[in-house]
């Protein structure tokens, strides 16, 4: 499978901005892939104003990311601020070019930036398959939460879209590496750059990593890029059936 990540720039609070720059990039990519994979609030920046920012579930930025699936006939996804039955959610949508939609809403809310009063967290964590790889999606600050990520040999893919700033930065690259290597699986993780309307500024360092934590394909630090690389499914396969360390792992329930 292919996978693109697209670290841009955000626009402060600006959807029509966002959803066009974004669809400058992806249409600047060279030949095809298999999954686009965009930031955290791709389309407004991390913004605590969900009272107007919110869309329903169904609405301008779902209809666009139906949109560019089906022009490029890539699996997209990345998460924006949603509301539904009066509550607000940081989502993270999944949409392929076959109609399919899955759907994540971010469990660990970042109570610092008091995003944990102003949305609902999310109470379920989902693994789905798309051309024969099982996906975990997680949003940014659940990257800090390893029980939350915890592979049982049920997900070969672990993407994490993130709004994770630059004074952070060596954490962000090492528990990106961590997440991989407990887990034994791909990590995908699309990070933002630029400043946004707190003045928040962050320098991107998106990565794919294999489950050895080695990294397969890294953005620049600071620059707008596009970032594809290949993983294999049968690669990960021989690794895991070689060195199982899934079987030891503690058993646990996610309460």
Not at 43 to 50: A, C, K
Not at 57 to 80: H, K, M
Not at 140 to 147: E, G, K, N, T
């Amino acid at each position: 499978m292919r996978l693109t990540l697209i670290q841009s720039d955000i626009t402060w609070e600006d959807k029509v901005r966002n959803l066009e720059r974004m669809g400058e990039m992806i249409s600047s990519i060279p030949g095809e892939t298999d999954l686009l994979i965009l930031p955290e609030m791709f389309n407004t920046g991390f913004s605590m104003n969900p009272s107007e920012l919110a869309e329903p579930p169904e609405s301008v930025t779902f209809d666009w990311l139906q949109d560019i699936s089906a022009r490029y006939n890539s699996g997209i996804c990345g998460s924006y601020i949603v509301s539904e039955n009066s509550k607000f959610y940081n989502r993270w949508i999944f949409v392929s070019a076959d109609g399919e939609v899955s759907i994540y809403d971010k469990r660990h809310l970042f109570s610092m930036s008091g995003e944990e009063a102003l949305f609902t967290r999310g109470e379920k964590r989902i693994v789905f398959n798309f051309r024969g790889i099982r996906i975990c999606p997680n949003v940014c600050y659940d990257l800090r939460f390893p029980v939350w990520s915890r592979n049982r040999n049920n997900y070969d893919l672990l993407i994490n879209s993130a709004n994770w700033p630059e004074s952070r930065r060596d954490v962000w690259i090492t528990l990106l590496k961590a997440r991989a290597l407990e887990n034994q699986c791909f990590v995908a993780g699309v990070n933002r750059i630029g400043t946004d309307g707190a003045g928040i500024s962050y320098c991107g360092d998106s990565m794919m990593l294999g489950p050895k934590g080695e990294i397969i394909a890294e953005g620049r630090q600071n620059e707008e890029c596009i970032i594809s690389g290949e993983i294999s499914i049968g690669e990960l396969s021989d690794f895991r059936r070689k060195f199982p360390v899934w079987k030891d792992g503690d058993d646990f329930t996610i309460i």
